[in-house]
């Protein structure tokens, strides 16, 4: 807020005095200040995962899936669940189905991360596929205010945005 001071003097009006105040009517010395605070945007992964039971399905069965943040051991058991589980359900009808974990970033930086199935309590007649999907998802700001980031499949070593591809496979009995 300014207060200007104008004086009469003889007929002339003059500017005697400017004083810039804040939003408490206290006065600002050293002029107009301006501050201003930058925050780059959110980025936003989805990692993708396809479940598919090959063989004859004969009854409805539910399938869970993790996402752990890990250090660059990519340690699950060291790591943190960076999301709740996902599921998928699979029918004599429906043999596949996919599931999604949507992850944002609000800061630059490398961040690991390993998609498992949770065979934790398997099911009788599945023999599964224990491979760990490990990512490395780099995030980086280049000034534009959006942070970009890039998922890379470790054990492939393709760019991607996270696409996961996990088959299991029942024995006929």
């Given at each position: 807020m300014y207060h200007i001071l104008v004086v009469d003097d003889n007929a002339q009006l003059k500017v005697s005095s400017v004083t810039l105040e804040d939003k408490n009517g206290n006065p600002i010395q050293g002029g107009i200040r301006f501050e201003n605070f930058y925050q780059a945007a959110k980025a936003d992964v989805k990692f993708y995962g396809t479940k598919t039971l090959m063989?004859?399905?004969t009854e409805e069965?539910?399938?869970d899936f993790r996402l752990y943040q890990t250090d660059n051991t990519f340690d699950?058991?060291?790591g943190t669940e960076a999301l709740p589980k996902k599921s998928?359900?699979?029918?004599p009808q429906k043999a596949s189905d996919t599931f999604l974990?949507?992850?944002e970033?609000?800061?630059a930086g490398v961040y690991y991360f390993v998609m498992a199935e949770d065979v934790s309590t398997p099911l009788a007649g599945i023999v599964y596929d224990r491979e760990l999907q490990r990512f490395t998802v780099r995030v980086v700001d280049i000034?534009?205010?959006?942070l970009r980031a890039m998922v890379t499949n470790v054990d492939t070593g393709v760019s991607?945005?996270?696409f996961h591809e996990c088959k299991l496979y029942q024995r006929n009995l």
């Amino acid at each position: 807020m300014y207060h200007i001071l104008v004086v009469d003097d003889n007929a002339q009006l003059k500017v005697s005095s400017v004083t810039l105040e804040d939003k408490n009517g206290n006065p600002i010395q050293g002029g107009i200040r301006f501050e201003n605070f930058y925050q780059a945007a959110k980025a936003d992964v989805k990692f993708y995962g396809t479940k598919t039971l090959m063989g004859e399905i004969t009854e409805e069965k539910k399938f869970d899936f993790r996402l752990y943040q890990t250090d660059n051991t990519f340690d699950i058991t060291t790591g943190t669940e960076a999301l709740p589980k996902k599921s998928v359900t699979l029918t004599p009808q429906k043999a596949s189905d996919t599931f999604l974990f949507e992850k944002e970033f609000r800061a630059a930086g490398v961040y690991y991360f390993v998609m498992a199935e949770d065979v934790s309590t398997p099911l009788a007649g599945i023999v599964y596929d224990r491979e760990l999907q490990r990512f490395t998802v780099r995030v980086v700001d280049i000034g534009d205010g959006q942070l970009r980031a890039m998922v890379t499949n470790v054990d492939t070593g393709v760019s991607t945005s996270g696409f996961h591809e996990c088959k299991l496979y029942q024995r006929n009995l």
